[in-house]
């Protein structure tokens, strides 16, 4: 074994029939990452209730802020760029999510800080608090309770809202985000209601149905976009902001659960230059040496080819103020679909559905992220236990 590999285990190729034993899924998922992954829709309710008996509205008492930085790393991150692709263009303010610990240079007594963390001890929340509170900005808090982040909050006097550590940090997506979600509507920047929270929660339930283990792969999407992205280098766009937000989120968990390189974006911007991809050594040269009489379904072992996974918005958005006409959207993601159809290269599409933005947004996410722990465990991989993250934490802390 080499240095460095200890507590590595798999094997390179995926195993389709491991995906329809759910004994065997259940031995390869000791830690529970398909368990957790099906709580989306718990998640938003018991984030909503808890963000209910805070004292948010402190937040409205001075007004609408000048902005408000979203500030975490990792999924913590992504709460921030939901926010903004929920808010719209059309948002009375700057929505900006913060990555690296602090906050922007600028921020002062006329912002918002919003400091999320799952653990509640993160660098990058803890960091933005204690800026936010020295420089008199609002804050808002959103963590594990009893943590590091909670104490920063009480000093600072603001309003923290407890999310109990009930998954990994990349599964507790939702119970990150309602609480964001419901501080920005205490600010007037968000138009998030009950319903929009009831029809999210109920979505991500049945989302949850369709893909559990006890579904065979024909009829579980989430198994048949996993083997469809068996072996290959996903390439992963959104054909719109709320979508693309999906797309990254998608990258996030094909990278941390299975352990695969992505590349994720918005369409967009792919088509005028990343598009290119579907031309390379491993689109469309590729394709074209293949047997045209062989089993489309059958890839060379030594292959390793591009596989393309486009996030619709389906058309829903049409009564929303956008940055573009959806008819654009729509003929742009057309375009690649062809692109993909004449080069050979295999595209997977998935459509959102529902009537809000969240909604939406939660029909994109849901069945990839169950896709990124089936393609780990057909590789036989604990979508858990990351030992280069472990290692790679304790190099950085020595």
């Known amino acids: 074994m080499m240095e460095g590999t200890a507590g590595v285990s798999g094997h390179q190729h995926a195993d389709e029939s491991l995906l329809d034993d759910p004994d065997l899924l259940a031995e390869r998922d000791p830690g529970g990452m398909l368990r957790f992954t099906a709580s989306g829709g718990a998640q938003v309710r018991e984030s909503a209730a808890l963000a209910a008996e805070a004292n948010l509205s402190v937040l409205a008492d001075e ?39 602090g906050v922007p240079g600028w921020v002062g007594a006329a912002d918002v800080v919003i400091a999320v963390s799952a653990s509640g001890r993160s660098p990058e929340a803890l960091g933005a608090a204690e800026a936010a509170h020295r420089r008199g900005a609002r ?52 138009k998030v209601n009950e319903a929009d929270l009831a029809e999210t929660a109920a979505r991500l339930d049945a989302d949850a149905d369709r893909c559990r283990p006890t579904a065979e792969s024909f009829v579980n999407p989430a198994k048949s976009l996993a083997l469809g992205l068996a072996g290959s280098i996903p ?79 389906g058309g829903l958005n049409a009564g929303d103020d956008t940055d573009e006409p959806l008819a654009v959207e729509e003929r742009r993601a057309d375009a690649v679909q062809t692109l993909a159809e004449r080069r050979g290269v295999r595209c997977d599409v998935v459509t959102a559905e529902g009537g809000s933005a969240l909604e939406r947004l939660a029909s994109l996410l849901s069945v990839p992220d169950f896709a990124s722990v089936y393609l780990a465990l057909a590789h036989g991989l604990d979508p858990m236990a990351v030992p280069a993250v472990s290692e790679m934490k304790e190099l950085a802390n020595q």
């Open 235 to 313: 390439i992963v766009w959104g054909s719109s902001p709320l979508a693309a937000v999906a797309a990254r989120r998608f990258g996030d968990t094909l990278s941390a659960n299975a352990r695969y390189p992505v590349v994720t974006g918005a369409l967009g911007e792919a088509g005028r230059g990343r598009v290119g991809l579907l031309d390379g050594v491993f689109g469309g040269l590729a394709e074209g040496e293949r047997d045209i009489f062989a089993d489309p379904d059958e890839t060379p072992t030594d292959a390793t080819r591009l596989r393309l996974v486009l996030l619709r918005d």
């Open 63 to 101: 007004g609408r802020p000048r902005a408000v930085v979203i500030a975490g790393i990792g999924t913590a991150g992504r709460t921030g760029d939901v926010l903004a692709t929920v808010a719209g263009p059309r948002c009375p303010v700057p929505v900006i999510p913060h990555r690296s610990a």
């Open 139 to 190: 804050l808002v808090a959103v963590g594990a309770p009893d943590s590091q982040l909670q104490s920063v909050a009480e000093r600072a006097r603001a309003p923290f809202i407890p999310v109990p550590r009930r998954a990994p940090a990349r599964a507790s997506l939702w119970a990150l985000t309602v609480p964001v979600l419901l501080a920005a509507r205490t600010l007037g920047l968000v």
